[in-house]
């Protein structure tokens, strides 16, 4: 019997009922389930990679244009939890300014992705720990370079 091929961008019923039922919301499910933040971007300004104490990587790309977060993607090795925060931490920080990314927090990400198991709050955290190495290392090389933005 020949196998079934699956749309990669499609979840099957069973899929999305256990990601459901395991406590994702549907926002949650999206994030996971739609992959177009997903990758490196080829001119990126900054690129961080951070592993989380479970063995999940998140490897961040970003594209700044005069202060502001122009685009960003993320590659993420590992569960439903850490892609679908991942992916909700680009969303959020896309189109912010780096201090306004500086203030991207658990609770804002928690908020984005509207519930997600207890047991994945390390996810969540990893994402925005990967967003904070990110823009301090960006941060670094603009005082390295005498470049840096300067506070108003």
Do not use: W
């Amino acid at each position: 019997m020949e196998k079934q091929q699956s749309n990669p961008e499609t979840l099957t019923d069973d899929v999305y009922k256990m990601l459901s039922e395991s406590g994702y919301s549907d926002k949650a499910i999206r994030y996971f389930q739609n992959k177009d933040k997903i990758g490196v971007l080829e001119d990126a300004d900054q690129i961080t990679d951070l592993t989380g104490p479970c063995g999940d990587t998140m490897k961040i790309s970003l594209s700044i244009e005069n202060g502001t977060i122009d685009d960003a993607k993320i590659q993420v090795l590992g569960c439903p939890g850490a892609v679908a925060s991942g992916c909700a931490l680009v969303s959020l920080a896309r189109g912010k300014t780096l201090d306004e990314a500086r203030g991207i927090d658990l609770d804002a990400l928690y908020k984005e992705l509207e519930r997600m198991p207890e047991q994945k709050v390390h996810c969540a955290r990893l994402a925005v720990k990967t967003l904070q190495k990110a823009l301090d290392q960006y941060g670094h090389k603009g005082d390295l370079n005498g470049d840096k933005e300067k506070k108003g």
